[in-house]
């Protein structure tokens, strides 16, 4: 389990995070949503230890996160960055053999274990037919799906991943978010996604965590958080919400044109 207590964090004289209270359970699929520029990324960052807290507490399964190591970390918190900052042109099979580079010993090579493990994955994820491909040569679906075996390989208890949704097409969100909902139910492994689609996050998700200027709004099942006074609370919007016609889980409705 993942908690903060009183968490602050942010950038040499900027505070971003104020005063974040949060758990994070490995059994649940949760969605972390804000307007733009509300933290979310940053709080990713801090969790993942990139960021040292100003103030404050990051529990990771009972233990403070400044006592763990870096690998240790990395056995226990993958991350699938937002698209855009990727540089790199690696054939797919290499990307995902770096999710093993926490298990690597000083100057090892890969074992075979290490290329079993991969290999099982990339015919899992579909993605044996690309493995020499490289990572610029395939759609945003495909890099996603390459992203999330490049985690998997990692072996960890969570999954962060930041906006993975964004600049895919509807089938693709679908696919992709499906994919990390059967990653959590037939791992257990805890998955944090940052995401604007709410309407897929109430579908998919066991929970919803609002971030509104670097504070917490809310947190809790789809239910409890897809109302129209927490949706304004949050955008600034009237919004209206609707149950889904086969799950009944409320979906938001935009608002209508004013002329
Ligand atoms: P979100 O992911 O919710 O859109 P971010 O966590 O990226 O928000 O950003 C929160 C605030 O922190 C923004 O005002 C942003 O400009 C600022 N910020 C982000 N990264 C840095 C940085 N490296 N240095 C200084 N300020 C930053
Ligand atoms: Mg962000």
Not at 129 to 146: A, C, H, I, P
Not at 160 to 177: K, R
Not at 184 to 200: A, F, P
Request: net charge negative; aromatic share 8%; charged share 20%.
């Amino acid at each position: 389990m993942i908690t903060t207590k009183d968490l602050y964090a942010g950038y040499e004289n900027k505070l971003i995070l104020k005063g974040l209270d949060l758990q994070l359970m490995p059994e649940n699929l949760s969605v972390l949503a804000g307007p733009n520029g509300a933290g979310k990324s940053t709080l990713l960052f801090a969790l993942l230890g990139f960021l040292r807290p100003q103030k404050g507490e990051i529990n990771l399964f009972g233990k403070p996160l400044a006592r763990y190591t870096r690998p240790e970390l990395a056995k226990l918190i993958a991350f699938v960055p937002q698209e855009s900052f990727f540089q790199f042109d690696y054939s797919v099979f290499d990307i995902v053999m770096m999710g093993r580079y926490p298990y690597l010993g000083f100057m090892q090579s890969w074992s075979p274990e290490d290329k079993e493990i991969v290999t099982k994955l990339l015919d899992n994820l579909s993605l044996r037919d690309m493995k020499d491909r490289l990572y610029s040569s395939l759609s945003g679906g495909e890099k996603q799906r390459v992203l999330i075996a490049r985690a998997l390989a990692q072996q960890t208890r969570y999954i962060f991943l930041d906006e993975s949704l964004s600049e895919l097409d509807i089938n693709h969100q679908v696919e992709i978010i499906q994919l990390l909902r059967n990653i959590n139910r037939e791992q257990g492994i805890g998955i944090l996604l940052v995401s604007h689609n709410l309407n897929l996050a109430a579908n998919y998700a066991d929970e919803l965590v609002f971030l509104k200027d670097g504070k917490l709004l809310g947190c809790g099942k789809p239910e409890e958080m897809m109302n129209p006074g927490m949706l304004k609370e949050l955008f600034g919007l009237e919004l209206s919400t609707h149950p889904h016609p086969q799950s009944g889980t409320p979906n938001l409705i935009y608002p209508a044109p004013t002329v």
